[in-house]
C-alpha cells in the first residue's frame, strides 16, 4: 500500500472515530428514592405512608441543572474534563498531528526527488517540516482574550523548547551511540567498531558542512538573546520594545537562512570542484617534477619549468594544444577521488591561457607553474631547509585530500533519485497530494490538540508547559527522530554527515520559523514576557551542543552522555527558576 493510501486509510478510521464522539447524547441517573421523601406526593389513591419499598426514578436532564465546564473546539469536536478523558483526546489528536507531520514529510521528499536541491530542498522542505509545529504556535495565542492568549501560549512554548531539547539531547546522543565506529586520528573509520565503549576511542565524525549547521544553529538563537536583553539588564521598561527587535532579527534570520539553503549546493559544488582541480594541479605537478628543487631563497626554479615545457610539447611547435594536454592528464591515475578528465583539461587549459588562443605558451605555461608553487609554498609551514618541493607536495597533497574528504560527503539517499522519471508527473501528483493532505490535518487539529493539553493541564494541577515540552515533540518530531537514529545506525561517515545536518537544520528551522511566529502573537496581541526560564534552557542546550560540534568535524561517544544529561537538566532549571525562584 502506498504512503498516499495508508495516510488516507488512517485519516478514515480515526474520522469515523471521532464522528461518533462527536454525536450528542444525554442521559440521567436512576436515583434510589425512600417512601419518606419529601420529592413524593399523593395520587388520592395510595397512602404514602403504605409502606412502599424504594423508587427507582430518572434525574432531569444534566442540561437542565448543570452546565458544561468545557467548550467544544469548533462547536462539535469531544471535549471533557476528565484527567483520562484528556489523556486520551492528547494521544488522539497527537497521533494525527503525528500523521500531518508524516505526510508532510512524504510529500516534500517525492518534491525533493524530482526537482531536487535548491529550491525545493532550502525552501520548500524546512518550511513544510516545521509547519505542524509553527501550526501550534500560531493557534496558542490567536484567538480569545489577552488573558486566554497568555495562559495558552505557554502551550506553544513548551512545544518549542521542548522540540529543540529533545533533538540536541536524546536524539542527538542516541545517533552518536548507535553511530559510533573507532575513533582514529579524530577521524571515523566506516563500519568499524573494535573499541566497544571507548569514551575517547570511539565516536562518529561528519564532514565540514555539518559544522556549518552548527553554526547557523547557534546563530539562530540571536532573538532569544536579544528578547533577553531586558531581563538581562533587569529593566524594568523597553520588554515590548526588545520584543519587536527580536521578531525583526528572527525574521531577517528566516530570509538569510533560506537564501543559504537554496544557494548551498552550488556552494558545495563549486567547493568540492576547486579542491578536485587543486589536485590534479598536484598530481600534474608530481609528474612533471618528482625531483624538483627550490631555490636557496624558496622561489621555483624557472629554468627547470623551462625545460618541462619542452617534455610536453611533443611537435615541438612552441605551444601545447589540447591534445597534448590531454595526453598529459590521460596518463596520470587519480587515487582516492572521482575526476572528469575533460572537465580538468577544460579548467587547466582557462587557467593557464591567459592569452584566451586556445594554446599555452612558453611563457603561460612557466608563469602557471610558477603560480601554483607560490600557492602551495605559502600554504605550508615548513622549516627553512631542505627547499624540497617533493616534501612540500605531500604535506599540501595530504591537507588538499582531507579538506576533499571533509567536503564530498554525499546524501545517503542520493541512489535513489534515480528513475523517477518515468513516473515524474504520477510523483508530482502524489506529492501534492500529501501535502493538500498533512497541511489540512495539521490546520484542523492544532487547535484541538492545544485545548486538550490546557485541559488536561487544569486536570492534573502539572503546568502546561511541562505537559507540551514532554509530550507535544512526541508527534511533532518523533518520525525524524526515528529516521535520523535509523541514518545514524549505517555507522557511516555520510550517514552520519547527513544525520547530524538534519538535526541542526531543523533545530535552526523550528528557531528561525517557530520564534518569529511567537514573537508576532507576543508583540502584536500585547502578551506579558513571561518565558525567561524556557528560552534559557534552550538558550543552554543550543550552545553547548553547537559549540561542541562547531568546532570539530568528530564526536566521541563522551558527548553523548552529555546530550542525555542536558534533558533532565533542562526541565529541572525550567522548574526551579521558575517556581523556585519566582523567574518570568
Same mark, same amino acid.
Given at each position: 500500500?502506498?504512503?498516499?493510501?495508508?495516510s488516507?486509510?488512517?485519516?478514515?478510521?480515526? @474520522?469515523?472515530?471521532?464522528?461518533?464522539l462527536?454525536?450528542?447524547?444525554?442521559?440521567?441517573?436512576?436515583?434510589q428514592?425512600?417512601?419518606?421523601?419529601?420529592?413524593?406526593?399523593?395520587?388520592?389513591?395510595?397512602?404514602?405512608?403504605?409502606?412502599?419499598?424504594?423508587?427507582?426514578?430518572?434525574?432531569?436532564l444534566?442540561?437542565e441543572?448543570?452546565?458544561?465546564?468545557?467548550?467544544?473546539?469548533y @462547536?462539535f469536536?469531544?471535549?471533557?474534563?476528565?484527567?483520562?478523558?484528556?489523556?486520551?483526546?492528547?494521544v488522539?489528536?497527537?497521533?494525527?498531528?503525528?500523521?500531518?507531520?508524516?505526510?508532510?514529510?512524504?510529500g516534500?521528499?517525492?518534491?525533493?526527488?524530482i526537482?531536487g536541491?535548491?529550491?525545493?530542498?532550502?525552501?520548500?522542505?524546512p518550511?513544510?517540516?516545521?509547519?505542524?509545529?509553527?501550526?501550534?504556535?500560531?493557534?496558542?495565542?490567536?484567538?480569545?482574550?489577552?488573558?486566554?492568549?497568555?495562559?495558552k501560549?505557554s502551550? @506553544?512554548?513548551g512545544m518549542?523548547? /521542548?522540540?529543540?531539547v529533545?533533538?540536541?539531547?536524546i536524539?542527538?546522543g542516541s545517533?552518536v551511540?548507535v553511530?559510533?565506529?573507532?575513533?582514529?586520528d579524530? !577521524?571515523?573509520?566506516?563500519?568499524?567498531?573494535?573499541k566497544?565503549?571507548?569514551?575517547t576511542?570511539?565516536?562518529?565524525?561528519?564532514?565540514?558542512?555539518?559544522?556549518y549547521?552548527?553554526?547557523i544553529?547557534?546563530?539562530?538563537?540571536?532573538?532569544?538573546?536579544?528578547v $533577553?536583553?531586558? $531581563?538581562i539588564?533587569?529593566?524594568t521598561? /523597553?520588554?515590548? #520594545?526588545?520584543?519587536? =527587535? /527580536?521578531?525583526?532579527?528572527?525574521?531577517?534570520?528566516?530570509?538569510?537562512?533560506i537564501?543559504?539553503?537554496?544557494?548551498?549546493?552550488?556552494?558545495?559544488?563549486?567547493?568540492?570542484?576547486?579542491?578536485?582541480?587543486?589536485l590534479?594541479?598536484?598530481?600534474?605537478l608530481?609528474?612533471?617534477?618528482?625531483g624538483?628543487?627550490?631555490?636557496?631563497?624558496?622561489?621555483?626554479?624557472?629554468?627547470i =619549468?623551462?625545460?618541462?615545457?619542452?617534455?610536453?610539447?611533443?611537435?615541438s611547435?612552441?605551444? =601545447?594544444?589540447?591534445?597534448?594536454?590531454?595526453?598529459?592528464?590521460? @596518463?596520470?591515475?587519480f587515487q582516492?577521488?572521482?575526476?572528469?578528465?575533460?572537465?580538468a583539461?577544460?579548467?587547466?587549459?582557462?587557467?593557464?591561457?591567459?592569452?584566451?588562443?586556445?594554446?599555452i605558451?612558453?611563457?603561460?605555461?612557466?608563469?602557471? =607553474?610558477c603560480r601554483?608553487?607560490?600557492?602551495?609554498?605559502?600554504?605550508?609551514?615548513?622549516?627553512p631547509?631542505?627547499?624540497? #618541493?617533493?616534501k612540500?607536495?605531500?604535506?599540501f597533497h595530504?591537507?588538499?585530500?582531507?579538506?576533499?574528504?571533509?567536503?564530498?560527503?554525499?546524501?545517503?539517499?542520493?541512489?535513489?533519485v534515480?528513475?523517477?522519471?518515468n513516473?515524474?508527473?504520477?510523483?508530482?501528483?502524489?506529492?501534492?497530494?500529501?501535502?493538500?493532505? /498533512?497541511?489540512?490535518?495539521?490546520?484542523? !487539529?492544532?487547535?484541538p490538540?492545544?485545548?486538550?493539553?490546557?485541559?488536561?493541564?487544569?486536570?492534573t494541577?502539572?503546568?502546561?508547559?511541562?505537559?507540551?515540552?514532554?509530550?507535544?515533540?512526541l508527534?511533532?518530531?518523533?518520525?525524524?527522530?526515528?529516521?535520523?537514529?535509523?541514518?545514524a545506525?549505517?555507522?557511516?561517515r555520510?550517514a552520519?554527515?547527513f544525520t547530524?545536518?538534519?538535526?541542526?537544520?531543523a533545530?535552526?528551522?523550528?528557531?528561525?520559523l517557530?520564534?518569529p511566529?511567537f514573537?508576532?502573537?507576543?508583540?502584536?496581541?500585547?502578551?506579558?514576557?513571561?518565558?525567561?526560564s524556557?528560552v534559557?534552557?534552550?538558550?543552554?542546550?543550543?550552545?553547548?551542543?553547537?559549540?561542541l560540534a562547531?568546532?570539530?568535524?568528530?564526536?566521541?561517544l563522551w558527548?553523548?552522555?552529555?546530550a542525555?544529561?542536558?534533558?533532565?537538566?533542562?526541565?529541572?532549571?525550567?522548574?526551579?527558576?521558575?517556581?523556585?525562584?519566582?523567574?518570568?
Amino acid at each position: 500500500m502506498s504512503s498516499l493510501q495508508l495516510s488516507v486509510s488512517r485519516l478514515s478510521s480515526f @474520522g469515523l472515530f471521532l464522528l461518533i464522539l462527536c454525536v450528542p447524547t444525554y442521559g440521567r441517573f436512576l436515583t434510589q428514592y425512600h417512601p419518606l421523601s419529601s420529592d413524593l406526593i399523593s395520587d388520592g389513591v395510595h397512602d404514602r405512608d403504605s409502606g412502599w419499598g424504594s423508587y427507582r426514578v430518572l434525574n432531569r436532564l444534566s442540561g437542565e441543572s448543570s452546565t458544561s465546564t468545557c467548550d467544544q473546539t469548533y @462547536g462539535f469536536l469531544p471535549c471533557t474534563t476528565s484527567l483520562m478523558g484528556n489523556l486520551f483526546l492528547m494521544v488522539v489528536y497527537g497521533y494525527l498531528m503525528y500523521l500531518a507531520a508524516k505526510s508532510l514529510s512524504d510529500g516534500s521528499e517525492h518534491l525533493l526527488e524530482i526537482l531536487g536541491p535548491g529550491f525545493v530542498g532550502g525552501l520548500v522542505l524546512p518550511i513544510l517540516g516545521a509547519l505542524p509545529e509553527a501550526l501550534l504556535v500560531l493557534v496558542s495565542g490567536i484567538s480569545g482574550t489577552t488573558e486566554t492568549a497568555q495562559s495558552k501560549v505557554s502551550v @506553544g512554548v513548551g512545544m518549542v523548547a /521542548g522540540s529543540t531539547v529533545i533533538l540536541l539531547t536524546i536524539i542527538w546522543g542516541s545517533c552518536v551511540v548507535v553511530g559510533k565506529c573507532d575513533l582514529v586520528d579524530s !577521524f571515523a573509520h566506516d563500519t568499524k567498531d573494535t573499541k566497544g565503549c571507548s569514551l575517547t576511542e570511539s565516536g562518529i565524525s561528519t564532514d565540514v558542512w555539518t559544522k556549518y549547521a552548527a553554526w547557523i544553529m547557534v546563530i539562530s538563537v540571536i532573538p532569544l538573546l536579544v528578547v $533577553q536583553i531586558p $531581563q538581562i539588564l533587569n529593566l524594568t521598561s /523597553g520588554r515590548h #520594545f526588545a520584543v519587536l =527587535i /527580536g521578531l525583526i532579527v528572527s525574521l531577517l534570520l528566516l530570509v538569510s537562512y533560506i537564501l543559504y539553503q537554496v544557494l548551498q549546493p552550488s556552494i558545495q559544488t563549486r567547493k568540492i570542484a576547486y579542491v578536485k582541480y587543486m589536485l590534479v594541479i598536484l598530481e600534474l605537478l608530481k609528474k612533471l617534477a618528482p625531483g624538483m628543487q627550490l631555490m636557496e631563497n624558496g622561489e621555483p626554479n624557472k629554468d627547470i =619549468i623551462g625545460k618541462l615545457f619542452s617534455e610536453v610539447d611533443k611537435d615541438s611547435d612552441g605551444h =601545447i594544444s589540447y591534445s597534448e594536454l590531454e595526453a598529459l592528464i590521460g @596518463g596520470i591515475h587519480f587515487q582516492e577521488i572521482e575526476v572528469n578528465h575533460d572537465d580538468a583539461i577544460n579548467k587547466l587549459m582557462d587557467d593557464f591561457d591567459t592569452s584566451r588562443n586556445s594554446q599555452i605558451e612558453n611563457v603561460e605555461f612557466v608563469n602557471g =607553474i610558477c603560480r601554483w608553487l607560490y600557492k602551495i609554498n605559502q600554504t605550508v609551514d615548513r622549516d627553512p631547509e631542505p627547499y624540497s #618541493f617533493n616534501k612540500i607536495f605531500d604535506y599540501f597533497h595530504q591537507k588538499a585530500k582531507d579538506e576533499h574528504a571533509q567536503l564530498d560527503v554525499r546524501d545517503p539517499r542520493d541512489k535513489v533519485v534515480e528513475g523517477v522519471k518515468n513516473s515524474k508527473w504520477t510523483s508530482i501528483n502524489k506529492a501534492v497530494l500529501l501535502l493538500l493532505l /498533512g497541511t489540512i490535518i495539521a490546520v484542523a !487539529f492544532a487547535d484541538p490538540l492545544v485545548d486538550a493539553v490546557e485541559n488536561f493541564s487544569d486536570a492534573t494541577s502539572i503546568p502546561a508547559f511541562f505537559i507540551s515540552f514532554i509530550v507535544l515533540p512526541l508527534a511533532t518530531s518523533s518520525r525524524d527522530a526515528v529516521s535520523a537514529i535509523t541514518f545514524a545506525s549505517r555507522a557511516k561517515r555520510a550517514a552520519a554527515s547527513f544525520t547530524f545536518s538534519e538535526l541542526y537544520g531543523a533545530v535552526t528551522m523550528h528557531n528561525v520559523l517557530n520564534l518569529p511566529v511567537f514573537l508576532a502573537l507576543v508583540y502584536f496581541r500585547g502578551l506579558a514576557w513571561d518565558f525567561s526560564s524556557e528560552v534559557l534552557a534552550i538558550l543552554i542546550v543550543s550552545i553547548v551542543i553547537g559549540a561542541l560540534a562547531s568546532f570539530r568535524t568528530h564526536l566521541p561517544l563522551w558527548t553523548s552522555i552529555l546530550a542525555f544529561l542536558l534533558y533532565p537538566f533542562s526541565l529541572a532549571l525550567v522548574y526551579v527558576l521558575h517556581y523556585v525562584f519566582g523567574w518570568s
